[in-house]
């Protein structure tokens, strides 16, 4: 992993992007863990949350078996970011108001950005992780 | 131009793995280089070794190994969505005190630390996945 060959001069723009519900499928736990492990490598991190994957920003998530699910809780991970310095977080607007979803609902400090503005943001990165 | 793979997903399953296994065909029939591959989520299940497929279909496993040992390629399995998913090489099933293992020839199992790692040095990073 530390691998000397390394080159450490290189800082380039990381882009995870994730789209899917957090307790459905396991993308969204395992996309967190390539994020915690990236952070070790001092690159430049962001976050996008799209579709159903705005869901895991979501507050006041019950994962007991008594609610349904019975999966662990990870959600206070994304609270966690800002200690890794992963603090550009992304979510997409349109997602958010067709869940009827606003900042409040919301974990974590987020910028709210339009279609544009998150295919611009997307275009400026030199490797997208899709989720 | 120098690329790095990633697949997220199972073979069979899905088509992204033999997407994955098309493209990274291609581009070596090319000349480009493949930095390595890296196997995530679903896609670990690429590197086991006792899948039997019927005799008609193609063998998505055997198909990777081949091309390892011809192009000299780094197939590599992350070891968390692995152990997650019951793929061990013969280390960690020693160490898990396993009865056996099921990696197949040409894959390693690593952490995701190369998969960064890939991002970094290759010039794109391809994902193949739902």
């Known amino acids: ?131 | 131009m120098k690329f790095g793979i990633l697949v997220n997903e199972g073979p069979y399953q899905h088509q992204a793995s033999d997407s994955a296994y098309q493209f990274t065909k291609a581009a070596l029939e090319k000349g480009h280089e493949i930095f390595r591959v890296f196997f995530y989520h679903d896609g670990v299940n690429n590197a086991t070794r006792l899948t039997v497929p019927p005799r008609d279909d193609r063998n998505i496993v055997d198909r990777w190994s081949e091309l390892a040992k011809q192009h000299n390629l780094d197939l590599v399995v992350c070891i968390a969505a692995a152990q997650r998913r019951g793929l061990l090489d013969e280390n960690e099933a020693k160490r898990q005190g396993k009865d056996a293992n099921n990696i197949a020839e040409g894959f390693r199992i690593s952490g995701l630390g190369q998969l960064i790692e890939a991002g970094i040095q290759s010039e794109r990073l391809v994902v193949f996945g739902d």
Do not use: C, H, W
């Not at chain 1, 969204?28 to 949350?49: K, P, R, T």
């Open chain 1, 1 to 131: 992993m530390e691998d000397e060959m390394m080159d450490e001069e290189v800082i380039k723009k990381f882009l995870y992007v994730n789209r899917k519900a957090p307790y459905g499928t396991v993308y969204a736990l395992e996309s967190l863990e390539v994020v915690l492990i990236g952070a070790a490598f001092d690159q430049d991190v962001s976050l996008a949350f799209i579709d159903d994957g705005v869901y895991q920003l979501k507050k006041d998530q019950n994962t007991s078996v008594d609610a349904g699910a019975g999966m662990k809780n990870f959600s206070k991970t994304y609270r966690a970011l800002e200690a890794y310095d992963v603090e550009k977080l992304y979510v997409d607007k349109k997602s958010m108001d067709e869940r009827g979803l606003s900042v409040d609902d919301l974990l974590v400090d987020v910028e709210i950005l339009d279609e544009a503005k998150m295919a611009e943001m997307m275009g400026q990165q030199d490797v997208v992780l899709s989720f």
